[in-house]
């Protein structure tokens, strides 16, 4: 009996150590292998976040991109209850997101990842946490993909844990990491991918 607990005990410190191994992995390769968005969104970031004033700024998008951040908070914190509160809230700004003064190629673009990011935003308002978690991911590229073409006022830092779902991203305000999709389990679990100005 001594010898089947010692092998468990042994068993379960590997599995520790590689966790916390692979967790603290900063090589480039692991962001380069789990790319979550394409190259051609990179590049219109870039395009859009030079061509867009910022007195232009879309208040719609900044107010998106504010109960986003809220939502990744709860989800930070393990706060099932306040994440489905969030997530309801997110979903409303979603929907009432003005793409008036967007290109009609924009417009477009803007349409289908609004329509795909308040469908995740509700599954959040009402589903437990692991769920919540797994629709954050796609909502996570969404709200990526919204400020590609709105440009952002403030600094983002793209984060990426490479534990969670074979690699996952998402965006915050501050380049300190702290993990939504682990929350207290790994809290500093990832890296700050790069920087979106």
């Given at each position: 009996m001594k010898k089947v607990r010692l092998t468990t005990t042994i068993?379960?410190?590997?599995f520790l150590s590689l966790t916390a191994m692979s967790?603290?992995?900063t090589k480039k390769e692991n962001a380069q292998d789990s790319t979550t968005h394409s190259e051609m969104n990179h590049d219109k970031m870039d395009k859009s976040n030079d061509m867009m004033d910022s007195d232009t700024q879309n208040l719609g998008a900044q107010k998106v991109?504010?109960?986003y951040m809220a939502l990744?908070?709860?989800l930070v914190n393990d706060d099932n209850?306040?994440?489905k509160e969030l997530g309801n809230v997110l979903a409303q700004s979603l929907k009432s997101?003005?793409?008036s003064s967007f290109s009609s190629k924009e417009k477009s673009e803007l349409k289908d990842i609004m329509e795909d990011a308040i469908e995740h935003a509700e599954h959040?308002?009402?589903s437990d946490i692991k769920h919540q978690r797994e629709?954050?991911?796609v909502l996570s590229k969404d709200v990526t993909d919204m400020v590609a073409i709105t440009g952002t006022k403030v600094k983002l830092y793209e984060q990426f844990c490479p534990m969670y779902d074979g690699g996952t991203a998402w965006l915050s305000t501050k380049e300190e990491v702290r993990n939504p999709y682990y929350g207290s389990q790994m809290l500093k679990c990832g890296k700050v991918q790069r920087e979106i100005n």
């Open positions: 068993m379960m410190m590997a967790c603290k992995d991109l504010a109960d990744k908070d709860a209850a306040k994440a997101f003005d793409a959040i308002s009402e629709h954050f991911k």
